[in-house]
């Protein structure tokens, strides 16, 4: 499959704090998405997008199919936020929702 | 509202068991159904697809097989477990049309011994 590239790999925010994550990919994708995995396993879908900018409380994304990213913007961290987040892509043309996934980025959020 | 549904929660098999997953979706008809597979504290491989009953395609080959036979329920099964069965393994549905979103099930933990 398509190489996708999660920075970093993990991250320390305290409560309150803001920062972001990023994914990079080899070739034009069609759309990516973006999932929290909690402490049990459970993967939750945050964001779709084809192209621009999505927001949604205190989580926004982004996909720049050109640049070749997108990226998860979290503001005002939460404990509950603490989890992996995976983006995930589809190039263009597959039919079969083949997604390739990044390695994730472990996010442990701090009181 | 759609739901998706995984059983079990969790498995403790010996090497060279048998295994059967399950997987029902209720609320949606015709929906593309995929099973993943996650190492621990690894990242997530798409295993299978299916489109509609009694069509599987398979992306990895695991030693694994998926059957679809009905339209709500998709199976993951092997007769023969090996160590590296081991890890998470989630079902998840995309609808039919706009099949770029995926909605993932609880996900079922197995642990090979």
């Known amino acids: 499959g398509m190489p996708v590239e999660q920075n970093p790999p993990a991250l320390s925010l305290y409560e309150g704090a803001e920062s972001g994550l990023r994914c990079n990919f080899s070739t034009t994708m069609k759309g990516v998405q973006w999932f929290q995995q909690n402490h049990r396993g459970r993967l939750i879908t945050l964001f779709y997008l084809a192209q621009g900018t999505k927001e949604n409380g205190r989580l926004k994304s982004t996909f720049n199919s050109k640049e070749r990213y997108s990226t998860l913007h979290i503001k005002d961290a939460q404990l509950e936020d603490s989890g992996t987040y995976f983006c995930a892509v589809e190039n263009t043309g597959a039919n079969t929702g083949k997604l390739t996934f990044g390695h994730g980025t472990i996010l442990r959020v701090h009181p | 509202a759609q739901t998706i549904h995984q059983w079990p929660v969790a498995e403790i098999k010996a090497v060279g068991s048998p295994l059967s997953l399950g997987c029902t979706i209720k609320g949606k008809s015709s929906p593309n159904l995929y099973w993943y597979w996650q190492a621990t504290g690894g990242t997530l491989q798409q295993l299978f697809y299916s489109i509609t009953v009694g069509q599987v395609e398979s992306v990895v080959q695991l030693n694994l097989s998926a059957s679809r036979p009905k339209d709500d329920q998709f199976i993951l099964s092997t007769e023969k477990l090996l160590l590296s069965h081991s890890g998470f393994y989630l079902c998840?549905?995309?609808?039919?049309?706009?099949?770029?979103?995926?909605?993932f099930g609880h996900g079922t933990k197995l642990s090979v011994l």
């Open positions: 998840a549905w995309s609808p039919q049309i706009s099949n770029e979103r995926l909605f």
